[in-house]
Nanobody, 116 residues
């Protein structure tokens, strides 16, 4: 069973940076598409970035965030720079078999709070 554990969230001032990590276990890491999603209070969950072979970003974070994978460590990262108050949310890591549609596996989430 695939398990995902996020870390790296916290409180940061606007304009600051954070790096989120997601440790993957229970499957063949290289066979999975890994994604980051977020859900702000009172809002629907939205995709932030995803990566199997190539990275894709939501317009809201494009140019400020970088998703990367370390296949040796079975870990996916989300580096977020120039953080804005609107980036405040719970960030979730998700996984799906590459080529499939449904994000089947989810982490527990990590809170990112950006102070104005």
């Amino acid at each position: 069973q695939v398990q995902l554990v996020e870390s790296g969230g916290g409180l940061v001032q606007a304009g600051g940076s954070l790096r989120l990590s997601c440790a993957f276990s229970g499957g063949t890491f290289s066979s999975y598409d890994l994604g980051w999603f977020r859900q702000a209070l009172g809002k629907e969950r939205e995709s932030v970035a995803r990566m199997w072979r190539n990275p894709y970003y939501a317009d809201s974070v494009k140019g400020r965030s970088t998703i990367s994978r370390d296949n040796a460590k079975n870990t996916v990262y989300l580096q977020m720079n120039s953080l804005k108050f609107d980036d405040t949310a719970v960030y979730y890591c998700a996984a799906r078999i590459a080529g499939s549609v449904v994000w089947r596996y989810w982490g527990q989430g990590t809170q990112v709070t950006v102070s104005p």
